[in-house]
């Protein structure tokens, strides 16, 4: 069975700091990883997704995640926050002959001047 | 384009009433459909899934039921609201297939009183 953890459920930074929001993933075979951020009171947008090409996945806003088959792995960074960045994000996992997605709890990112 | 519509945006129901969410997608055809629910620091919960017309996948047993009457329509229901209920509930779907990132609909806030 797949399953998602992200460590920390709120994480603090201040504005112009390196975000770093931490996933990892447990699954059978190699996985399809995504990251998503929600903005409160809305649905859920894709931020940046693997699929087993580059382990290096650029995403919008200036995110990026690198994936780590050792160390199931798929941390979420952006060199310098913004304000804007403030939301909660999910990393999420499917594995390969599945067409749902399993979210981990989310973490709030909390973004000060 | 591909959009998704979600309704109510909100909605109170008292305990015991009966619940309709509706969801439908536009600008393609034959998607992958999805509910979940949302609860404070739960995270994401798949409630149900749709490969087609009239195929349900229930992955929570629970008081709640889903309907896929024409392609790119998706119903959540419920014959009687319990309290543990409540939640922000979310429509996606995705493209056919394994691997597939999901689109979020703006989510639907459910208050049973």
């Known amino acids: 069975a797949q399953s998602v953890t992200q460590l920390g459920s709120h994480v603090s930074v201040s504005e112009g700091a390196l975000v770093l929001l931490r996933c990892n993933y447990s699954s059978s075979v190699p996985p399809y990883l995504f990251w998503y951020v929600q903005y409160p009171n809305q649905g859920l947008q894709l931020l940046l997704k693997y699929t087993s090409a580059a382990t290096l996945v650029k995403g919008i806003n200036g995110f990026e995640a690198e994936f780590k088959k050792s160390e199931t792995s798929f941390h979420l960074t952006k060199p310098s926050a913004h304000m804007s960045d403030a939301a909660e994000y999910f990393c999420?996992?499917?594995?390969?002959?599945?067409?749902?997605?399993?979210f981990g709890k989310g973490t709030m990112l909390l973004v000060s001047p | 384009s591909q959009t998704i519509h979600q309704w109510p945006a909100t909605l109170v129901q008292p305990v015991g009433s009966p619940l309709s969410l509706e969801c439908t997608v536009e600008g393609t055809s034959n998607p992958n459909l999805y509910w979940y629910r949302q609860a404070a620091g739960r995270g994401l919960q798949l409630l149900f899934y749709?490969?087609?017309?009239?195929?349900i996948s229930s992955e929570v047993p629970q008081n709640l039921s889903a309907s896929r009457p024409q392609d790119r329509q998706f119903i959540l229901s419920s014959k009687k609201l319990l309290l543990s209920d409540s939640g922000f509930y979310l429509c996606?779907?995705?493209?056919?297939?394994?691997?597939?990132?999901?689109?979020f609909g703006e989510g639907s806030r459910l208050t049973v009183l």
């Open positions: 996606a779907w995705s493209s056919p297939g394994e691997g597939k990132w999901l689109f």
């Open positions: 999420a996992v499917s594995d390969q002959g599945y067409s749902t997605l399993t």
């Open positions: 749709s490969v087609g017309i009239g195929q």
